[in-house]
């Protein structure tokens, strides 16, 4: 990314956090608009190839994350600019697919069938409280194909979209809400260290 167009974005996203609420910060920068990484048609492409997958509205799938913005907004790298090396990190919004694989993984846990691994599972409910899923963490089994499938997916695009230089994570998401809710914590952080002043 142009180094000036990285402090443009960075400058009018800060100017912004002083003067709006943390949600309209979030939908203004992250989940409407253009990705700050992708042009309009591969943008466009990206999100309809993904919506095919999971048989949904393109609209319902956003891309988030420093591949939105330009930035990243976590703390450990905040205002780090999108790289070479970044990875791309996709939003889908369905509350009929989340809840789908919320009641397979509710019914797996309900027969007493543990997930394979105690730290993936630790995981899983770390991210449930963040407001998505995401296959990588779900139980192996039968059951859970769509799931084998979903993930196969995410590597598919890393190889075919960006020839496996980056990462593709596509998170499942129940609602607009819990999205920008999640969102909205990582923005309230940014915006009260611009409050108290604090270098970055």
Same mark, same amino acid.
């Not at 009018?12 to 709006?20: I, N, P, Q, V, Y």
């Not at 992250?30 to 993904?50: F, K, Q």
């Not at 846990?109 to 998505?132: H, N, Q």
């Given at each position: 990314?142009?180094?000036?167009?990285?402090?443009?974005?960075?400058?009018?996203? /800060?100017?912004?956090? *002083?003067?709006? %609420?943390?949600?309209? +910060?979030?939908?203004?920068? @992250?989940? !409407?608009?253009?990705?700050?990484?992708?042009?309009?048609?591969?943008?466009?492409?990206?999100?309809?190839?993904?919506?095919?997958?999971?048989?949904?509205?393109?609209?319902?799938?956003?891309?988030?994350?420093?591949?939105?913005?330009?930035?990243?907004?976590?703390?450990? /790298?905040?205002?780090? *600019?999108?790289? %070479?090396?970044?990875? +791309?990190?996709?939003?889908? @919004?369905? !509350?009929?697919?989340?809840?789908?694989?919320?009641?397979?993984?509710?019914?797996?846990?309900?027969?007493?069938?543990?997930?394979?691994?105690?730290?993936?599972?630790?995981?899983?409910?770390?991210?449930?409280?963040?407001?998505?899923?995401?296959?990588?963490?779900?139980?192996?089994?039968?059951?859970?194909?769509?799931?084998?499938?979903?993930?196969?997916?995410?590597?598919?695009?890393?190889?075919?979209?960006?020839?496996?230089?980056?990462?593709?994570?596509?998170?499942?998401?129940?609602?607009?809400?819990?999205?920008?809710?999640?969102?909205?914590?990582?923005?309230?952080?940014?915006?009260?260290?611009?409050?108290?002043?604090?270098?970055?």
């Amino acid at each position: 990314m142009d180094q000036n167009d990285h402090q443009r974005r960075v400058a009018a996203f /800060k100017a912004d956090l *002083a003067r709006m %609420d943390p949600i309209g +910060v979030v939908r203004k920068h @992250i989940t !409407t608009g253009r990705s700050a990484a992708l042009d309009d048609g591969a943008y466009y492409d990206l999100r309809n190839e993904v919506a095919d997958h999971f048989k949904l509205h393109p609209s319902a799938v956003v891309v988030v994350g420093s591949c939105r913005t330009g930035f990243s907004l976590k703390p450990t /790298k905040r205002y780090h *600019a999108f790289t %070479d090396a970044s990875d +791309v990190d996709l939003a889908i @919004i369905s !509350t009929a697919k989340f809840d789908v694989f919320w009641d397979l993984a509710f019914e797996h846990w309900r027969a007493c069938k543990p997930w394979s691994d105690a730290r993936t599972y630790r995981w899983f409910l770390r991210e449930l409280f963040k407001g998505w899923l995401w296959p990588r963490r779900l139980p192996p089994g039968r059951e859970f194909r769509d799931a084998l499938a979903w993930a196969e997916f995410e590597d598919k695009l890393s190889r075919n979209r960006f020839n496996g230089l980056r990462s593709v994570s596509a998170r499942l998401y129940r609602s607009w809400d819990r999205l920008e809710a999640y969102q909205a914590i990582h923005v309230l952080q940014c915006k009260n260290t611009l409050a108290r002043g604090t270098h970055e």
